[in-house]
């Protein structure tokens, strides 16, 4: 959460010439807001309808942004096997301001420190699927995305 998924996302599918697809995104197109979704509904039911998203989109050829708990599904880890995975990393000190004031429902209670716990659970799970792994947190989008376009060449 607050890496830049989606910023860096969409600038590396320009850069790259192919379709930008965020999933936090189409959810809330499908479904509304995550933050009342999950109130609504829990967040089981939001963990199914995000793993039936990021199903469609991983079949479609183009950049794609997960939101940080998407993984946690056994058969999108297994549908990200053979794909390119960039994990982009932030620190705390670089997160806290761009998750101020924000609606993310894992958040809502423990802010920073909550992002910490989860981000520390989901680690070994990241760690495993990255392919190109970046810090964002001090970085510009303009030179994150120069990084990743010179590293996916690489693993051509």
Do not use: C, N
């Amino acid at each position: 959460m607050g890496a830049g998924k989606s910023r860096v996302g969409g600038s590396l599918a320009a850069a790259l010439a192919v379709p930008f697809i965020d999933t936090d995104q189409r959810i809330v197109a499908r479904y509304g807001p995550i933050a009342d979704l999950f109130a609504r509904d829990g967040e089981e039911r939001f963990r199914e309808i995000e793993r039936e998203v990021v199903a469609e989109a991983l079949q479609e050829p183009a950049v794609v942004a997960l939101g940080g708990g998407a993984v946690l599904h056994p058969d999108t880890r297994a549908d990200l096997e053979d794909r390119t995975v960039v994990l982009l990393r932030v620190d705390a000190e670089a997160v806290a301001p761009r998750l101020a004031g924000g609606s993310r429902p894992l958040l809502a209670e423990g802010g920073l420190e909550r992002w910490t716990r989860i981000l520390a659970e989901r680690a070994p799970v990241y760690d495993a699927l990255a392919d190109i792994d970046l810090d964002t947190s001090r970085r510009p989008v303009a030179r994150i995305v120069a990084d990743l376009t010179g590293r996916l060449g690489e693993l051509s």
